[in-house]
Structures are given as C-alpha cells and as structure tokens.
C-alpha cells in the first residue's frame, strides 16, 4: 500500500507539471496568435520568460527564508542534541546530506523545509512542535521534511511559482496588445480560435495559480508517504498532523509568501480545497492511517 502511494503520487505529479508546461505554451501561443496568427513565436517567448523566472528563482538563497520567519540555526549538535540526532539519523535514512537546521522561537506548532537541492537543503521548527509533540511525533514531521528535500519538492515548488509569473506577464501582454491590435486583425486569424484565445488569456492567471496549488497539495501526500517509509511509522505522522491542526494559533513569523513550505498551514486559513497549498487534514490522515 505505502509504495503504490508514492508511486501514484510521483506518477500524478508529472501529468500535473507535463499539463502546466504545455498550459504556459499555450499561453505564449495564444499571445502571438491575437496580434499575427502565428503561434510557434508565442511558444518560444513563453519558454524563454519561464526560464528566466525559473534560473531567477532557483539562485534565491534559503538564507532569505529563513531570516523572513527569524529562524536562528542550530550550529552543533550540543545546542540541541535530539533534534540534531533525529534530522541526522533521517538524513542518513534518505541518503542526502544532513540539512541545515533552525529553530523558530514561536508557540504554535509547525516545521518547513527549503532548499533547491539536497545539498542546499535545511530544515526548521518551531519552538511549539518542540514543545508539544512527543518524540515518535517529532520524528514523523521532520521526516515528512527531509522526504520534501529528497523529493526535490522545494525546487519543483520554486519552478511552478516562475511558471505561474510567466503566466502572470503573458496574459498582461495578452490583454494590452487586443485593444492595439483592434481592428487590424490578420487573415489568418480566425474568429472562433481568436475568442478562445483572448478567454485563456483573461483566464490564464486563476488556472495557474490553481495547477501550483494541485502541485502543492499531491507533494504533501508524497511526502507524507515518504516520511513513513523513512521511519515506518506513519501513525505517529497522522498523530502530529491531528495537533498541528487541531492548533487554532497561527505561527506568527510565518508569511502568505513563506507559507506554503510549512507542514501545515501555518496561517490557519479555511480556504477552499481547491484554492488551499495544502491537502485537506483529514485526508492526509486518513491516508496515513490506511499504510
């Protein structure tokens, strides 16, 4: 059960992204096709703006992270021996380097990691999840963590926010250039495919937004089994996710822009599944109780 899991998590994630991908093409192509009827040079500027947001992203230091949610690094294993024991052990575990490790002086109990690679890799956790977890539980949510670093997660994540900016300057370029193009519409442009074209130009933010959100909520699952396989152990995983979430107090340091790295939402916002960067609790609990 556990490694049919992960591996209709993987399996999904790549539809997800394969999907997004040919979506910001679409878009690209749906921007040239207003103003010429062509659309191979459309497809090309969408690659070329995605990948520049794409290497922009990925050079961000997790050091600006980390100082966004006032995190102070454990620097050795004296300043906090069971948690740098535990982050080792699992490092170990899941064959990467040991991640960086910080703290978050704040009561409410949550963790995240950042990283765009299992070398770059770093985790933190509240002084609230130290505090009011057991141990068996403490170790479950840091592995559901150091699964997120093994998994490359964080630099999937970091991909799809730059896809969703391309999409973002496209649509704008989209929308301008219709009312300069009004009125000088070329042949090869036909009336139903340019209507169908201006629509996903309107529509194109709200759609990528939601496809990062669907990336976002199938990697928690992942991570979620992940981190069961590294300690065998998931009951002690869906025991912290029922505390997390049972906690009504939103961890302060945490921001909208920060957020959807913590292993719970960290703002305690009741959104709409579909508009939420994180799976609905019961069901990541439900899931991890069937393993």
């Given at each position: 059960m556990l490694y049919k899991q992960i591996e209709r998590n993987k399996?999904?994630?790549v539809f997800i992204v394969f999907g997004f991908i040919v979506f910001v093409l679409a878009?690209?192509?749906?921007?040239?096709?207003?103003?010429?009827?062509?659309?191979?040079?459309?497809?090309?500027?969408?690659t070329i703006i995605g990948g520049v947001y794409?290497?922009?992203?990925?050079?961000?230091?997790?050091?600006v992270v980390?100082?966004?949610?006032?995190?102070?690094?454990?620097?050795?294993?004296?300043?906090?021996?069971?948690?740098?024991?535990?982050?080792e052990n699992l490092a170990m575990a899941a064959r990467i380097p040991m991640p960086k490790i910080y703290i978050i002086q704040d009561q409410s109990p949550n963790a995240f990691a950042t990283g765009t690679s299992p070398?770059?890799?770093a985790v933190a956790v509240t002084t609230g999840l130290m505090n009011r977890l057991n141990r068996e539980e403490i170790e479950g949510v840091l592995a559901h963590e150091v699964a997120h670093i093994r998994n490359f997660d964080i630099r999937l994540a970091t991909i799809a926010v730059a896809l969703v900016s391309a999409v973002a300057i496209l649509s704008d370029l989209g929308t301008r250039m219709m009312?300069?193009?009004?009125?000088?519409?070329?042949?090869?442009?036909?009336?139903?495919?340019?209507?169908?074209?201006?629509?996903?130009?309107?529509?194109?933010?709200?759609v990528a937004t939601l496809i990062r959100l669907a990336i976002s909520r199938n990697r928690e699952f992942l991570a979620d089994a992940s981190a069961a396989e590294l300690t065998r152990n998931p009951h002690a995983l869906a025991s912290a996710l029922q505390k997390i979430t049972g906690e009504a107090t939103p961890v302060r340091e945490a921001s909208s822009t920060s957020a959807p790295l913590y292993f719970?939402?960290?703002?305690?916002?009741?959104?709409?599944?579909l508009f939420s960067t994180h799976p609905q609790p019961q069901e990541r609990i439900r899931r991890l109780q069937n393993m």
């Open positions: 399996r999904n994630t878009i690209g192509a749906s921007l040239t096709y207003m103003i010429s009827g062509d659309y191979y040079s459309g497809m090309i500027l969408a794409t290497v922009m992203m990925l050079l961000s230091s997790t050091n980390m100082r966004m949610n006032h995190a102070k690094e454990v620097k050795s294993k004296n300043d906090d021996p069971f948690l740098w024991h535990t982050v070398k770059k890799g009312f300069f193009s009004r009125g000088n519409r070329n042949q090869k442009q036909h009336p139903a495919v340019l209507i169908l074209a201006l629509l996903l130009l309107i529509l194109a933010p709200i719970a939402d960290p703002l305690k916002k009741k959104a709409a599944n």
